[in-house]
């Protein structure tokens, strides 16, 4: 009965993995409500919760939570806080633009749709731009274009991906009785829980892409010290970079950045087929 009970509870079981897997959810979930008290600082927060999970996706789902947010949040800091900071002033600008057009009526009125289709647009690019930049290391518009790329890769991942992210949120706005129990419960685990979602989702997506890790989520490297990429597939793929201070793998922000297996030919080609 011991024994049996000591193998239900080891961390090689599958409830002792199911737990490592729930408690880094949570730890990394409080860090990002922590760390996103400054408004400023959500966008940035967002990316370091998302850098936790594929971490945890791509290793054996064992490691420090608190760390790791650290390590993503400081990674991807600029880039993170510079898109956020972008995308709130679009909002307000949008949303008073949105009251005068209402407001105005006649032909004016009728702006109201091309601002409000733009405002889905940058949802869509917004949801997978964070994950991008939590996985690669590129300029700021050449992850908006990696982006828009994994959008149209896998389309029919775009609607689940919205209604996980837009939902719950809709949700908790419009029952006002249950608000408190929703407020626990986003800080509890909710924002860890669609991060993960959203990192299981992507990540088949970007593993072609990314440096080959063994089972701790460690680079492998060759005779070279080389962060070795995966074989070619037989498809175009995007052009993304990782560094040695890439937000999604590796807490250090040192070395150069490498280019994908596939040649700028084969991803231009794909991309214009795309009509990107």
Partial sequence: MHELLSSFLSNDSSFGKLMTR??????????????????????????????????????????????????????????????????????????FDMRICMQAGGWIAGLRYPIAGFGILMVIILIYLYPTMAAFEDTIPGLIRSSIYFVMRRPWKLPVMLFFHVFPLYLTYTDAQTLPLYAFLWCFFGYGAIAMLSASLLLPEFRPFLPLVDICGDFVL???????????????????????????????MAGPAQESAKTEAQIREEMKRLGM
Avoid: C
Wanted: charged share 15%; hydrophobic share 50%.
């Fill in 22 to 95: 729930l408690g880094i959810i949570i730890g990394a979930n409080l860090m990002f409500v922590l760390f996103s008290l400054p408004l400023v600082t959500a966008g940035a927060a967002w990316a370091a919760l998302l850098h936790v999970m594929l971490k945890t996706l791509r290793g054996d789902g064992v490691l420090n939570p608190f760390k790791q947010f650290w390590a993503g949040f400081r990674g991807n800091f600029r880039q993170a806080t510079i898109v956020w900071i972008a995308v709130l002033a679009l909002a307000v600008f949008g949303y």
């Fill in 222 to 252: 060759d005779e070279n010290g080389q962060k070795q990429k995966p074989e070619p597939a037989g498809n175009g793929s995007v052009r993304t970079q990782e560094g040695e201070g890439s937000a999604a793998m590796d807490s250090e």
